[in-house]
């Protein structure tokens, strides 16, 4: 396994367009999470899954905001009209379990969008 | 709500000498603290942490302890080398919810 992979990589798109992005987390693990991180501060939650069942949603993921993992594995996160201020850096995550909690989450390297 | 603080955004420490980074959290339910540690262009890469039952927690160089009567936290790296120089967060946690600080970038020099 080759950790949790994130794609794409960089994202630039124009205010008003919609973004998907993908991760794919360790295979055996079941709970994935979305987080977001901005210059200056530390990753801020979004939203977590357990399996396929989408668990908790953070007040930061507005109506515009909508994650999926139909099938337990893979989860995209999609971003309608986009707007400037949600540019930032997009970190999933993944863990089995709750052992995620004593043992830390394993991170994707990330997709970093940039809303011109 | 910032219930996770690190108030040094960087800290530049000899190669061979110890680094502390700390960290100061309000919410007294977390039940783990933990330290990640980020290179540029990857993610956060999970460290050390700690239970909140205990005060230390030891992993080779890097030892974590926690002062809960503080609410307070520090990560000691001894002895520093360069390969360790990367931006550290803290993190709290209390079921699935898992907070973050806004980061200390570390810079050991040779």
Redesign the interface.
């Known amino acids: 396994d080759t950790g ?1 992979s994130q794609d794409p990589r960089h994202k630039i798109t124009k205010r008003g367009q919609n973004v998907t992005f993908r991760c794919d987390p360790i295979s055996e693990h079941n ?1 994935l ?1 979305w ?1 977001r991180q901005t210059l ?6 979004l939203t ?1 899954f357990q399996n396929e069942a989408q ?2 949603k953070s007040r930061l993921l507005s109506d515009r905001f909508s994650a999926e993992r139909p099938k337990g594995s893979f989860s995209t996160l999609e971003i309608q009209r986009t707007e400037q201020g949600d540019s930032a850096m997009y ?1 999933c ?1 993944s863990s089995l379990g ?1 052992r ?11 997709t970093r969008l940039t809303v011109v | 709500d910032q219930q ?1 603080k ?1 108030n040094s ?1 960087s800290l530049s420490v000899q190669e061979g000498r110890i680094s502390i980074l700390n960290c100061d959290y309000t919410n007294s339910m977390f ?2 603290f ?1 330290w ?1 540690k980020k290179y540029p ?7 050390i ?1 700690i ?1 909140s039952i205990k005060d230390k927690n030891e992993d080779g160089r890097f030892t974590v302890f926690l002062n809960k009567s503080a609410k307070h936290l520090s990560l000691h790296i001894v002895p520093s080398q360069p390969g360790d120089s990367a931006v550290y ?1 803290c ?1 709290a ?11 200390t970038r570390l810079t050991v020099k040779p």
């Open positions: 949790v709970r999470y987080y200056g501060q530390g990753p801020e939650f977590y668990l908790e970190l995550a709750d995620g909690v004593s043992d830390g989450y394993t991170f994707g390297s990330g | 996770v690190q955004p039940d783990y933990l990640y262009a990857e993610g956060p890469t999970f460290l942490s239970s967060f993190a946690s209390n079921n699935n919810d898992m907070r973050f600080g806004a980061g």
